[in-house]
């Protein structure tokens, strides 16, 4: 069970990302039937359901990340480098390329759409692309690259780490570790 936390965690950071990009086709897909552009049929039914469940699991996935404890350590941040804007844009037009140009109302079309998402969570999961994350951005979360101190220990460690707003350097803060790819700054206990 400890293994399989850490993937659902991962996993749900992943669906998060595009939480933004299943509601513009979500809301392309109401529009489209308000407007009788479309049918309420099977597939389009299915697809309906399918975009609220991702919208809603990434929503709690995002929860889930940001509000659970790990094991809280006190750090001394040395150096950080915003990698926020690093491969940002070609995510967007990612985001354009599925929500407009897929018609999820086609079989062949809802298919493809799900092969696209199955591959690009194996990279983004494979790869800790964590800080490829628009809703984490929206809501102003920025990623860091961090050099830092555990406090009581003289070992320098390198960690990825979510920051809402700018990410002070050599001040204490606490961490609670989520897992070896990725950890959020607890804010409410910064020193």
Known sequence: MKKIVPILKDFSLFLSAFVPMFILIWIKLVIDMLNNNLSFNVLNSLNFSTLLLLIASGIVGLVWNTRSKGSKKEIKIINQENITDKHFLGYFSLFVLLALQFDLTLVSGYCIFVLIMIFIGIVYIKNSLYYINPLLNILGYN???????????????????????????????????????????????NS
Do not use: M, W
């Open 143 to 189: 990623f860091y690259n961090v050099e830092y101190y555990v406090i009581g220990e003289d070992k320098k460690r390198q960690a990825k780490i979510f920051h809402k707003g700018v990410l002070p350097t050599n001040q204490n803060c606490f961490v609670n570790i989520k897992n070896d790819n990725f950890t959020f700054i607890d804010d409410s206990k």
